[in-house]
């Protein structure tokens, strides 16, 4: 190689450069002028979490949520189509499930293929995978960091959300609804004449609480419940759980009425056996009357709207007799599904069935959360209904391959004595009642069973399967199945 | 040119030597003498993470063989590492994984151990605990690995006899449905070869079904409808009523056992204790151990 070849590609390394540069610094002037005189040529203008200014024309059209709050809550104001990706543990809606998974611990090649004018992300991340998301903005990708440390940051985190993807209106509409949601329930609550003392715990390693300004503590204030730990400091500056300690739980043992666990990440409180079975802990008030509670993080210490079902279930534990009081249902004429759903869970005081990013890695022979084709999330009682049949309470159906639950249908006497066998362990009895009509039960061996502890009476020695039940039926047979238990 | 060569090589070679000489002393310092005296079990189970269950299944077991081999120093292991992490970071309770143990065992100076299992079949956990195991063949002078719980046709019958002494007394109309593991791996036959001596010993009314694999729930059913039962006892054929017994078998899920034979209209019953609590298991797992201590390694 000569010297004339060699200064010539010199040369040319330096007019790529030059060329390199200028291009460069025009889109720094650009940048700059976004960030110095707003022009109004932006229609989204706003400070992200990291305090990086974003600044779009249009709305984004495809977006990559990676952390399971943000693609939930992108949903709840009306996003679908322009979800093109979701993280590795989004799984709610159920509808997040169809979308494309894309992994912040695996090649953002992967991200920056799927072209998408903005990719949401958490702090976490940003701390978690550096170089992930900075060959991500290296290759231009608007990459947008966001999340709520307190409750009060929710609305403009939302807003945050809104404003980029131009559902402005949706939103609003629903941080209306969600806060005139919890004032209700914390109206409702705030006269409750004793109010229960609550134990919160958030791990089950040094049986950690949480802080006071944190969502959980919020919402048992909201639920009408007195943190007995609202004096806890947080672990570490910023963090919503705080050390406790089993000495400072037990010394409070007396004052526990109601024990709840936050359980579905790792870490978390403890199961209700493994809390019953820890040295002193039977001596705690909860514990021995049998009111220790488990909860799913994503309903109380995430945020996203399904926040305000987290408050609703706290008030189903402070206070079951009042809330989950179901003689309102013996004005009915007939009974639902749907409403038998209501009945059923409310009348075993049971937790509403929230999935953790675990559970669609298993098939299920029966029901599957969230496949049914005629109860979409949005339906009023999607949760009683999800976990009457996930507890086992009422049936689900299978039409052409698809799930169905006939919300709509009324419940027939048959149905009923199903229901009510499944909701307690009853044995038969000595002394068997004659039903002439039992071989036109479909069910006989339950309906016989049922008959015989008297929980449903015979006509004129007919039970007569197929006839409807009123609420009145329902109540008064769900009386006595208490009795007997 | 040259004698800058011999002396790079004389460097060097002196330096390999040092380097050597070290590891020798490394070596030597790191081989604890054997104690012709110090012998022991190493009892290995899966692990539970709950106290209670664990005090009166896997300990009872310990304390059996503890208390049949005085001679013996008897230490745990356990081959899962989620529990052995969880008992760690909840409770601050140490416990070894096999290759731990007998590492230990190594390092104390053993000079005989015996490694037994609490498995129930010769299913793919046991084979990775001989696995492991076999590893630390040579480390000790004598070395030998029970056998789980069902592996001879003598077991099979000493189990359906251990069994006998926790069921209930039934009626024609009553069934006890037992609920084992199952497993992808070829021992699952194991289970319906169970099934097979309880009905050559005249056990009447009892059915093996497993969790994950044949026979399942299904084929209970079955046999419960063949022989017009009305009421089931569930009972756990695993060494700790634990999470399996607890939600799978007696819980109040859809998919629970107990739910769905109630949904084709059963009375159910559950009986939430382990294997690990019948007395007569215990003693079968030390004659496991016995036959182990025994066992000189002669072709018979």
Redesign the interface.
Known sequence: MNIYHKSKRNILILLCLMVALIFSSCSNTEINKAQGEDDGSYKIAFTDDLGKEIRMKEPAQRIISLYSAHTENLFAIGLDEEIIGVGRQDIYPPQSLEKPVFDYRSDPEKVIAAKPDVVLIRPFIQRKVPDFVAVLEKAGINVVTLYPEKFAEFDTYIQKLALLTGKEEQAANLLQDFHAGIDHISELTQNMTSKVQVYFESS??GYKTITPDSMAAKAIENAGGINVAKNAQAVTKGSSIAAFGAERILENGNDIDVFVSQRGAM?AGGNQ??IS?RPGFSAIKAVKNNRVYVINEKIISSPNFRYIKGIKELTRMFYPEIVDDITRFAAEDVVTRNQMAEIAVRYKHKEIFVPTSKYYKKQ????TYGMFKDVAVDHPNFDFIETA????YM?SYKENGSEMFYPEQKITRGELA?IL??LH????TQKKVNIKDINEVS????VQ?VVNNHLMQCDNGQFNPQQLVTGKEVVEALNQLKVLN | MKSKITLLSLVLSLMLMVVSLVGCTQETSGEVAKDPNQKGILVVSFGT????TREVTIEAVENEIKDAFKDYETRRAFTSDIIIKKLK??DGIEIDTVKQGLQKMKDDGFSEVIVQPLHVINGAEYTDVVQIASEFKSSFDKFNIGSPLLTSVEDYKAVVNALKTQLPELKDNEAVAFMGHGTHHPANSAYACFQYALEDMDVKNVFMGTVEGYPDLDNVIEKLNDNHI??VTLMPFMLVAGDHA?NDMAG?????W??IL??N?????TYIHGLGENKAIQELYVAHTKAAIEDNGEEE
């Not at chain 2, 209209?265 to 019953?269: D, E, L, Q, R, T």
Request: proline share 0%; aromatic share 8%.
């Open positions: 089950e390693n870490n056996h493994a079975i299920y022979k029966g029901h049949v996930l507890s086992g049936e199903g066998f499944m362990d009853l044995k038969d069910n006989s061996r339950i069973i | 993470s709950y106290a209670d970071d909840r009305e009421t607890n109040d899920e859809e998919d629970a107990k739910s109630k949904k209209g059963f009375v159910v019953n």
